[in-house]
Structure formats: structure tokens, C-alpha cells
């Protein structure tokens, strides 16, 4: 034959198929259209209402069994085609998917390997492993056919009337031969699989083990199939099961090959004729239902699946773009908890649901109903106060606020029937479940204890006001719904719990109850907070200051702070909390290498314990890195070091420490350093000369950012001293930076009948002895709000503290101690506080002044 002949005749045997499809799809619509004409839509949605549950459920049950049938195709086939490479759970799931697919939108072939395509991805060789599945898939549903086909033939057609004078024992006949070939078919395939080749397509065919098992699932699926269609059927219609399985067959095989969206039109077509039925509404009722049910529903399935398996494919670019939105997460999520429980609250005010608690009341007890109502407002209360907790990003909000929805849930069916509310709850709950990640901080400290410091907080202050003014409003609705019932008079110890008063009464009395149960507990069984033990100081730490170049990292020896280490332990953060504030003092204490890290690591922990990061008394160096946190920077003032090299008493400059020295000399003042094993010895004098001084000063000891006169925590330095006629008078604890790169004071204390010249002496002979023992620079501490820009354009806290440090002499003397330490002529440095900006900042001020002052006024006490 020529060359163009034969393309000819490859035209027409391409398109013939298409034809006969189209004119199959266009005579069955013109079949079902004049049907249709004699029947109303009106009628059919009436007999649609009137289809009794108990079918519908069976039909979603055979449905559910005919698609797992099918899932076992694909599993079989894949096994053969491309044994190992894809995940069984995979291949059952897409074989089910992707019939649910064709069904529903026809043109099996190309809509079920698009679905297998995007499903399997990777897992298989291209199109060619894609295309070997499901032909092996398609041979099982033909085989299964075939063998259904002959079942039905032998168990009998007489109640079909399509085969006219046919009698049973010639189907059956024909059905026994039909068994014949498919058993041998089995016979042929043998133990070892064979490869079917057409021209240059090659299939693997199962082995007849494999065969058989398909087989058995076929006829599990067709069955079902057929039997989701029958059940909704009426019952004076229908014939035998067996007739109608080879109508139901010889339907479906008309769908499949008139390639219409889910063989529309002519599967109905067919069964109808087949069946020789009437055009009765209830008939396309039943019609309707099985589209739904065993078409709609399963696609719907089978996309939701395949576009799960889309975006988890695309998880990490979905998770990256989601990061922007993770911030609103916690405010949404407190939001939403908020509102569900204003809608339990309004809906135990305003149940009206008296047709479904007469159901529910055939099925459960009255007081069954009324502790679920009970409940369900209990569960909207404590939803109102998880609010906060989620907002914080609290883990146990998460957990509690997921238990509370699916209570929830189950107390609205359980009130009576809400199915819409508990739907609503429960999907909020599955939601919730996937934001896990978000909710993560722990703090030490029971968030949710009611105590007076937890009432004073602005935020749970707003909570409860909230709280409180929605319980109010559903109190007002659950009245306004009340006063037309007959015991609306009644007091509410009246009404009995046997369903004759008031729900919306008895649920407002409860959360009534509840509320005044929490306040009354905050206010009578109160207790105040304990204050835990102080850290004992690890020797590790210990090691690590004494080989810190950094005078100030002996503030860790002091015994009040917490450490966080580096995982190779050669640097740590100090810190403490006040409040709601993680305090860290000072940059982290380590090598360069790792502050960065360490200062990461207490970001994150501060993070997870719900508490505000802080960095307090900081130098420069680390702005950057801070601001990088997201962190605002405010200038607390400057610090004084004295460059020793080129210390000395002499020159106009140094006139007063000159005169100091000289007049203390002549008053008989000594000046001496003890070494730390003698401090111990000298430890009384310490104390009284402190004792007179701290009752000179207003107020107490200051803590965490310098020392308090603790013995364990002096005799741990040296000690300069001054004397006179051999009594301690002043004395000093020093603080010795490795490698001699700077040496401190920490603890200054004189006795009241000192000389006035006692402090220029004292740090006269302090700097001059640090510099004879090779010392590079002299800490003199900080000036506080010292350097703050006083410009129309600085910000409100460098205006604010400028204000201070000009008019505040009469509360502490910012000037006169900056005056002092210029007698020295060091160099200025400036350091910070390091804290959340916004409206977090005053309260970050307020608990870092607690913490080293002992109250937020401290710092302003002479």
C-alpha cells in the first residue's frame, strides 16, 4: 500500500473513534432531553428531599468501598511496571484519584495520565513507566468487566427485559464461555510476567497471580459501584441485582467511549433503555444523588489530595513566603479565640433549637444536655482568657485553646445538635493544629495564675474587661430571650436542672460563677511571689572571668544571675529576669568569635520563655548586630576610662588630685591594698564602715549591675583600703581585667567622718598603684545620662534624659559625678540599653530600674 494511502487510513482510524463518541454523546443528549421535557425540575428536587438517609449513607459507604477496589489497579500495575520506585500508600492513593478524575471529566486516558504524571513526579521514568501503569490498569478494569459481564449472564437475566426472547440458560451459556477465556487468559499469563508488544509500545502484563487479584478487586469495585446506583433507585422499579449489574455495565462502557465529562448523557441514556424505564422524577432524583455522591464527591477528594501533595512538594518556597506572614499568626490566632469565645458565649444566651433537642432528647438524657450547654459557655470564658496567651505565643495556649475547640465542638452537638458551630469550632481546631510551630515559648513562670502582679498588667487588665463586657452582653440577650417564657418571673435558684427554666439563665449563672471564682481566689488565697534561691556561681564561669580582658565581667561572681554558655563553653551571657524582661548585663563575655552567636542565642531564648530581650549597660561595638535583632538602641550615658600610660599627678590639670593626695597625707590617712587572703580578716571594719554608709545614703544596696556588700562576693578581690591611725575609713573592691588591659572598682564606701578629700585621695593612689603594676586603662564607671543630644530632631528618650541630667540636681547629681570623673581626663565612651521598641519600650525601663535599683524610682535616690 502507498505511503499516503496508509496516512489516509491513519486519519480515519484516529478519528473514528472521536466520531463515534461525539454521535453516541449528541443522540443520547437528544434522548435525555425529551425525557427531560416531561419531566419538571421542581419534581425532581422534591423526590432529590425525599431519599431516605439510611440509602444515601449505604451509598457513601459502597462508594468508599468501590473506590479502595480501584486504588488496588494502580498498586498491582505499579508493582509490575516499576517495582520499588513508588510508594505503595502513593499508588493506592492515585489510582483512586485518578478514576475519580476520569469519572467525573472524561477522556479517561488523557485526564487520568495527567493525574498519575503530576502525582507520581519524580518517582517515575517519564510519560513511558506513567503510560505502562495505566495500560496495565486499564487491562484490569477490561478484564474485570469482561468477568462481571459474565457473572451477571450466569446468575441470570429473565428480569431484564433488553434481552428479549433470550432465555437464561443461553446467557448463562455464554457467560460460562466467557469465564472460559478469561481463565485461560490466567492460564496464558503463567508465574513469570509477559510483555505484550504493539508495533513500538511494549506493556508488562501481570503474572496470573497478580491478574487474579486485579480481578477480584474488579469485581469488588464494579459490584460497589453498581450497588451505590442501585440503592437509590425506588424499589418498584428496579430489577434483579444481576440485570441490573449488566445494564450498569453495558452503561458505563457507553460513557467511557462517548468521551463526555463523566460519560454525561449517554450513561443515563443507556440504563434507562436498558432498563426499560419510565421518565419518573424520582428515577432522575436517584440519577442526581449517584452524580453527587459517587462522581462530585470523589473528585473533590482527589483534587484536595493532589493539591496537597502539590504544596508539599513546594513546601520550603510556601514555608519562605509564609515567613512574612508569620508575625500575624499569634494576633490573628488570639483574635480568633477571642471571637469563638464571644460566640459561645452569645450562643448559650440565644440557644433556639428546639427541633433538635427534641431529636437529641430521644437519644440522650435532659441533664446530658444541659451539662453540655454549661459547659460550652465555660469553654467560651476560658477561651476569652487564652486570648493573651496565644497572642504571647504561648505552647500552653496552644495546647489549651486546641483541647478547648474540640470540647467546644463537642459540647455544641451535645447542647443540642449545633452542627454548624461545632463545624465551625472543629475546623478552627484542625487549623490551629497546623500552626503548631508558631506557639512555641515556655515561660518558667505559670502565665495563667491569677495573682495581683497578673492583674496589673495593662494587657490582662484589657482581657478581662473584655471578657467581662461580653459576659454582660450575653447576659442581656439571654434575659431579652427570656422574658416571654412561662417562668421568665422565676429567680434563677429556682429553676430546676430537668429543662424547665432557662438554659441561657443556668449558663450565664455559670460564667458568672466562674468569674467571681477566679477573682476570689486572686484576692483571698494570693500568694506573693517567691524568690528563688540565687545561682551558686559554676567554676567554669569563674575561669572565664578571671581570663576576660574586661573589668565588668566580674559582675558575674556576684551570685545573682543566670548564665547561657557558648556549646564549647569558652564565652557566656549574664543575665536575669525582671518581670517580663530577660536582662542580659553587659556584651557577652568570650572571644570576638562568639559573641555574635551568644548574643543570637539569648535573643532566641528570651524568645521561647515569652520574655523581652535586654542588653543592658552595652558599649558600641555591638550596635550592629543589636539592631540586626530588630532591637532599639537608647543611649543611658557615657563611661570613664583613663588611658594610664600617661597618668600622673602632675600639671595645672591634675591640681586638685595633687591637693587631695598631699591633705590627706597630712591627716594622717594611709592608703594600702589588701590582697584577698587577707580580706576575710578584715571583713568587720568592712562592714561598719559600709553600714555608716548606707545610713548616710537614701535607700539600700543597688544590685545586679555593681555589688552589694556581700562577704562571699568582696572576698573574692582585692580591696584598696584608706586608714587612719590604722581604722579602715574608705575602702574600694578591685576588679582585674586579664592580661592587664584594665583594672575597676566596683564597691565605694567611706564612714561619714571621713576627710572631704577622701575620694580624690583614694582614686589618686588607686590609678597611680594600677599603673605601676602595668595596667593599660582605669575604669571609672559610668556617668549616667551623660552625652545625650538635647535637638529639636533627637529622639524623645536622648531630649528626654538631656531634660534630666540639666534640671534633675535635686534628685541625683548627674553633673557633679561627670564633674568628678573629668578630673581624670578619661575617654568617653558611650553605652546603651538594648530593648524591644514601641510600647514595650517604658515597660523594658521600668523592669530593668526594679531590677538594679529595687524599684522602678530608685535610680533617682541620692
Keep these: 500500500m502507498l505511503p499516503a494511502a ?119 521514568s517519564g510519560l513511558a513507566d506513567v503510560g505502562r501503569v495505566l495500560g496495565a490498569s486499564w487491562f484490569a478494569l477490561l478484564i474485570s468487566l469482561v468477568t462481571m459481564t459474565a457473572l451477571a449472564l450466569i446468575c441470570g437475566p429473565e428480569h431484564f427485559s433488553g434481552f428479549g426472547n433470550t432465555t437464561s440458560q443461553v446467557a448463562a451459556l455464554l457467560g460460562m464461555a466467557v469465564l472460559g477465556l478469561v481463565a485461560g487468559s490466567l492460564i496464558w499469563l503463567g508465574p513469570t510476567s509477559r510483555t505484550l508488544r504493539v508495533r513500538s509500545f511494549e506493556l508488562r502484563l501481570p503474572t496470573s497471580r497478580a491478574a487474579l487479584l486485579q480481578i477480584c ?138 427541633s433538635r433537642i427534641a431529636v437529641l432528647s430521644d437519644v440522650v438524657p435532659v441533664p446530658f444536655m444541659e451539662a453540655s450547654h454549661f459547659a460550652s459557655c465555660l469553654v467560651g470564658v476560658a477561651l476569652l482568657v487564652l486570648a493573651r496567651g496565644l497572642y504571647r505565643r504561648l505552647a500552653r495556649a496552644w495546647n489549651a485553646a486546641l483541647m478547648l475547640l474540640v470540647l467546644g465542638a463537642g459540647f455544641a452537638l451535645g447542647k443540642g445538635l449545633d452542627w454548624e458551630e461545632a463545624t465551625l469550632l472543629a475546623v478552627l481546631a484542625a487549623l490551629l493544629a497546623l500552626f503548631r510551630g508558631s506557639f512555641y515559648r515556655c515561660p518558667k513562670a505559670n502565665p495563667f495564675a491569677v495573682s495581683r502582679i497578673w492583674l496589673k498588667r495593662a494587657g490582662l487588665r484589657s482581657t478581662l474587661a473584655a471578657g467581662g463586657l461580653l459576659t454582660a452582653a450575653s447576659a442581656g440577650l439571654g434575659f431579652l430571650g427570656w422574658t416571654h417564657v412561662a417562668v421568665a418571673d422565676a429567680l434563677w435558684w429556682q429553676i430546676s436542672w430537668d429543662g424547665s427554666g432557662s438554659g441561657a439563665a443556668r449558663a450565664t449563672f455559670a460564667v458568672v460563677v466562674a468569674l467571681a471564682a477566679v477573682g476570689f481566689d486572686g484576692a483571698v488565697n494570693h500568694r506573693g511571689r517567691r524568690r528563688e534561691p540565687e545561682p551558686a556561681v559554676p567554676a567554669a564561669i569563674a575561669d572565664l572571668v578571671a581570663a576576660s580582658p574586661n573589668a565588668s565581667a566580674a559582675m558575674a561572681l556576684l551570685g545573682d544571675k543566670e548564665f547561657l554558655t557558648s556549646p564549647d563553653g569558652e564565652g557566656f551571657v549574664m543575665y536575669a529576669r525582671a518581670g517580663r524582661s530577660l536582662v542580659a548585663l553587659g556584651d557577652p563575655v568570650g572571644p570576638a568569635r562568639l559573641q555574635a552567636d551568644l548574643a543570637w542565642s539569648f535573643r532566641e531564648l528570651a524568645d521561647r520563655t515569652a520574655a523581652r530581650p535586654v542588653f543592658y549597660g552595652v558599649g558600641p561595638e555591638n550596635l550592629a548586630l543589636f539592631l540586626d535583632m530588630g532591637l ?77 556588700f556581700d562577704p562571699a562576693y568582696l572576698s573574692r578581690f582585692d580591696i584598696a583600703v584608706m586608714r587612719k591611725d590604722g581604722r579602715i575609713v574608705a575602702f574600694a573592691n578591685l576588679l582585674r581585667g586579664a592580661g592587664h588591659n584594665e583594672i575597676a572598682i566596683d564597691l565605694i564606701r567611706y564612714a561619714p567622718d571621713a576627710s572631704k578629700v577622701i575620694m580624690d585621695a583614694l582614686f589618686a593612689n588607686l590609678l597611680l598603684a594600677a599603673k605601676e603594676q602595668g595596667y593599660r586603662w582605669f575604669n571609672l564607671g559610668a556617668a549616667p545620662l551623660s552625652g545625650l543630644v538635647d535637638k529639636r530632631l533627637a529622639s524623645r528618650w536622648n531630649r528626654f534624659g538631656a531634660f534630666l541630667y540639666r534640671r534633675g540636681a535635686d534628685l541625683y547629681s548627674f553633673d557633679g559625678l561627670r564633674s568628678f570623673k573629668q578630673k581624670f581626663d578619661p575617654v568617653w565612651t558611650p553605652y546603651y540599653l538594648v530593648c524591644p521598641g514601641g510600647l514595650q519600650t517604658p515597660k523594658t525601663l521600668l523592669d530593668v530600674a526594679t531590677l538594679v535599683n529595687g524599684s522602678p524610682f530608685g535610680l533617682i535616690r541620692r
Excluded at 506572614?325 to 428546639?354: N, Y
Excluded at 576610662?641 to 599627678?649: G, M, T, W
Aim: charged share 20%; with cysteine; hydrophobic share 50%.
Design 6 to 124: 496508509r496516512s489516509h487510513w491513519r486519519v480515519i482510524g484516529r478519528a473514528l473513534p472521536r466520531a463515534v463518541g461525539l454521535c453516541l454523546t449528541v443522540v443520547a443528549a437528544i434522548a435525555i432531553h425529551r425525557t427531560l421535557g416531561r419531566v419538571s425540575i421542581e419534581s425532581v428536587t422534591k423526590a432529590y428531599d425525599q431519599i431516605p438517609d439510611a440509602s444515601l449513607m449505604l451509598a457513601l459507604g459502597l462508594t468508599a468501598v468501590s473506590f479502595a477496589a480501584i486504588a488496588i489497579y494502580d498498586l498491582i500495575a505499579v508493582e509490575a511496571v516499576a517495582p520499588g520506585r513508588i510508594p505503595r500508600i502513593a499508588a493506592l492513593a492515585t489510582g483512586a484519584g485518578g478514576y475519580a478524575v476520569s469519572n467525573a471529566l472524561g477522556f479517561p486516558i488523557l485526564t487520568q495520565g495527567a493525574y498519575r504524571v503530576r502525582a507520581y513526579g519524580s518517582r517515575a
Design 217 to 354: 478487586a474488579g469485581i469488588v469495585d464494579i459490584t460497589a459501584a453498581a450497588g451505590t446506583l442501585y440503592v437509590l433507585l425506588p424499589a418498584d422499579v428496579v430489577p434483579g441485582f444481576p440485570a441490573f449489574l449488566l445494564a450498569y455495565i453495558a452503561a458505563t462502557v457507553v460513557g467511557i467511549a462517548s468521551h463526555a465529562p463523566g460519560g454525561l448523557c449517554a450513561f443515563e441514556a443507556t440504563l434507562l433503555a436498558s432498563l426499560g424505564l419510565a421518565d419518573r422524577p424520582d428515577l432522575f432524583a436517584a440519577l442526581l444523588a449517584y452524580r453527587i455522591i459517587y462522581m462530585l464527591l470523589p473528585l473533590g477528594l482527589a483534587l484536595t489530595g493532589l493539591a496537597a501533595v502539590e504544596v508539599y512538594r513546594r513546601r520550603e518556597p510556601i514555608q519562605a513566603s509564609l515567613r512574612f506572614l508569620e508575625p500575624a499568626v499569634p494576633a490573628a490566632w488570639s483574635a480568633i479565640a477571642f471571637a469563638g469565645g464571644a460566640m459561645l458565649l452569645a450562643s448559650g444566651a440565644t440557644r433556639d433549637l428546639a
Design 632 to 708: 532599639t538602641a537608647l543611649k543611658l550615658g557615657e563611661v570613664a576610662r583613663v588611658p594610664l600610660a600617661d597618668f600622673s599627678l602632675k600639671g595645672p590639670a591634675r591640681h586638685d588630685l595633687r591637693y587631695g593626695q598631699r591633705r590627706a597625707e597630712k591627716e594622717g590617712l594611709t592608703f594600702e591594698i589588701l590582697p584577698r587572703e587577707r580580706v576575710r580578716a578584715a571583713m568587720p571594719e568592712l562592714r561598719d564602715v559600709s553600714d555608716a554608709w548606707l545610713e548616710l545614703k537614701q535607700g539600700g544596696e543597688k544590685r545586679f549591675s555593681m555589688g552589694a
